[in-house]
């Protein structure tokens, strides 16, 4: 019965049993049902071995194309696990088949192809995954960008720039993260201005490839974020700020401390905990006693990182009287990181 096959298959990937390729590749060939074909492609990806290439190169034709996408991802988890010199001739016979599905009629197999050529692609497939970015389909578009900045080299730059002008997130959330891999210095000012999205994972991307790309251009435009309403996006502007830093941005970082509204004022002083900056340890102290819990959290939290020994008596009497639970537990977390002096 090729159901107990592939339930079997699916418990040999999951153990890591090699032996069960042969018996998945040969349903690859023998069955009529394409889930059944699906599922044990799905399988052969988990195990990744190199005796299931040829099964998986006849399945990236199959007439399903659920099977045809699969196949290609279980491609892309063969070629990264095998030896590079061993078996490089297979290698590129893999990379000639996932460039063949890019030219596939259903948009999830040119996807799949996509994001396998991302995996294992080499700078001789840049040109044939740059020109998906004309694909009338919005996920393999996407897919391309990604698969540019993994594979690397400043050959698609222009293209990725292009991207950011499209009206599809997904497309420009990938065109910004592939930039941002591929540290574009011409991409610091379109991407500064994407920092003004109303899309808070745009904003977070856009962070990221910021940080990447370490322009110090780039740092008045991200303290600008720091009273971003979006904790999660605050936080990323006091670890991206690592990337721009230097002894002479002080001033601006500790600007950020008087600040009127509390989100600002937490994430500068959290920032500097994050960049370790000695020269600033009694300002930080001193938000230990802000009239705002957000601020004192961040403040709890900076003298950890900082390791401030002379903060372990105001810690302790946030971890025993502070009103927020959460100051008292990030107070308490400080603490235990500065060791002895702490408590």
């Given at each position: 019965?090729?159901?107990?096959?592939?339930?079997?298959g699916e418990l040999a990937a999951a153990w890591g049993v090699t032996d069960a390729s042969k018996a998945l590749s040969g349903l690859l060939f023998t069955s009529a049902d394409p889930a059944i074909r699906f599922s044990a492609a799905v399988s052969l990806r988990t195990l990744a071995s190199p005796d299931s290439v040829g099964a998986l190169l006849e399945a990236s034709n199959d007439q399903a194309a659920m099977v045809r996408a699969e196949a290609c991802a279980a491609l892309a988890a063969v070629a990264m696990k095998t030896s590079e010199k061993s078996e490089k001739s297979e290698k590129s016979?893999?990379?000639?088949?996932?460039?063949?599905?890019?030219?596939?009629?259903?948009?999830?197999?040119?996807?799949?192809?996509?994001?396998?050529?991302?995996?294992?692609?080499?700078?001789e497939d840049v040109r044939v995954v740059v020109a998906r970015f004309e694909d009338p389909d919005v996920g393999v578009v996407a897919a391309a960008a990604r698969a540019t900045g993994e594979i690397g080299g400043n050959e698609a730059i222009p293209a990725l720039l292009q991207l950011l002008d499209s009206p599809d997130a997904p497309v420009e959330s990938a065109a910004v993260r592939a930039l941002g891999v591929l540290g574009a210095k011409p991409a610091?000012?379109?991407?500064?201005?994407?920092?003004?999205?109303?899309?808070?994972?745009?904003?977070?991307?856009?962070?990221?490839?910021?940080?990447?790309?370490?322009?110090?251009?780039?740092?008045?435009?991200?303290?600008?974020?720091?009273?971003?309403?979006?904790?999660?996006?605050?936080?990323?502007?006091?670890?991206?700020?690592?990337?721009?830093?230097?002894?002479?941005?002080?001033?601006?970082?500790?600007?950020?401390?008087?600040?009127?509204?509390?989100?600002?004022?937490?994430?500068?002083?959290?920032?500097?905990?994050?960049?370790?900056?000695?020269?600033?340890?009694?300002?930080?102290?001193?938000?230990?006693?802000?009239?705002?819990?957000?601020?004192?959290?961040?403040?709890?939290?900076?003298?950890?990182?900082?390791?401030?020994?002379?903060?372990?008596?105001?810690?302790?009497?946030?971890?025993?009287?502070?009103?927020?639970?959460?100051?008292?537990?990030?107070?308490?977390?400080?603490?235990?990181?500065?060791?002895?002096?702490?408590?």
């Open positions: 019965d090729p159901r107990v096959v592939v339930k079997a016979e893999i990379r000639g088949a996932l460039r063949a599905r890019l030219a596939d009629s259903a948009p999830v197999v040119r996807a799949a192809a996509t994001n396998a050529l991302g995996q294992v692609g080499t700078m610091v000012a379109p991407i500064i201005l994407l920092l003004a999205s109303p899309d808070q994972s745009l904003r977070m991307t856009g962070l990221e490839a910021l940080r990447r790309i370490g322009d110090p251009r780039a740092l008045e435009a991200v303290l600008d974020l720091a009273g971003d309403p979006d904790p999660a996006v605050s936080r990323r502007v006091a670890w991206a700020t690592a990337a721009f830093y230097d002894a002479g941005s002080l001033p601006k970082v500790l600007s950020l401390l008087g600040d009127p509204d509390a989100r600002v004022r937490a994430t500068g002083v959290l920032t500097l905990g994050f960049l370790s900056e000695q020269r600033a340890a009694a300002q930080v102290m001193a938000l230990l006693a802000d009239p705002d819990p957000i601020v004192r959290r961040a403040a709890a939290e900076a003298v950890g990182l900082l390791s401030v020994p002379e903060a372990s008596v105001p810690l302790s009497r946030l971890y025993t009287e502070d009103p927020d639970p959460a100051v008292r537990e990030i107070a308490h977390a400080s603490m235990e990181r500065l060791g002895p002096a702490g408590r």
